[in-house]
């Protein structure tokens, strides 16, 4: 099975920066898309930005601007470099990796959707 290993979390003081990273099992360019969901205490989880195998970004709206997501294919790892953080950024983060139908037919895979386990960041003062 995919394995997503997050990495780069802790604790930093608003208006700083951390990069996290998410480093699959394999290449990154055998998912449609891999990226970042968070989910903060007393929330639901949210999406907060994706890469897309071609390396076409999305982001939600609340971190556009501050947070950018991209790929290094020679090491299997995406990475969320978040800038100016918030206050509000505090949560956990959660690194995931789509396969398209295709995808998954070539591997004989049932699933499409694999989950890293979660990475704390902490923005406090």
């Known amino acids: 099975q995919v394995q997503l290993v997050e990495s780069g979390g802790g604790l930093v003081q608003p208006g700083g920066s951390l990069r996290l990273s998410c480093a699959a099992s394999e290449s990154i360019s055998s998912f449609n898309t891999m990226g970042w969901y968070r989910q903060a205490p007393g929330k639901e989880r949210e999406f907060v930005a994706l890469?897309?195998?071609?390396?076409?970004?999305h982001y939600a709206d609340f971190v556009r601007g501050r947070f950018t997501i991209s790929g290094d294919s020679g090491k299997n790892t995406v990475y969320l470099q978040m800038n100016s953080l918030r206050l509000e950024d505090t949560a956990v983060y959660y690194c995931?990796?789509?396969?398209?139908?295709?995808?998954?037919?070539?591997?004989?895979?049932?699933?499409?959707?694999?989950w890293g386990q979660g990475i704390q960041v902490t923005v406090s003062s």
């Open positions: 890469v897309t195998g071609g390396g076409m970004p």
């Open positions: 995931y990796a789509d396969r398209n139908h295709i995808q998954r037919i070539q591997r004989d895979e049932v699933g499409r959707r694999y």
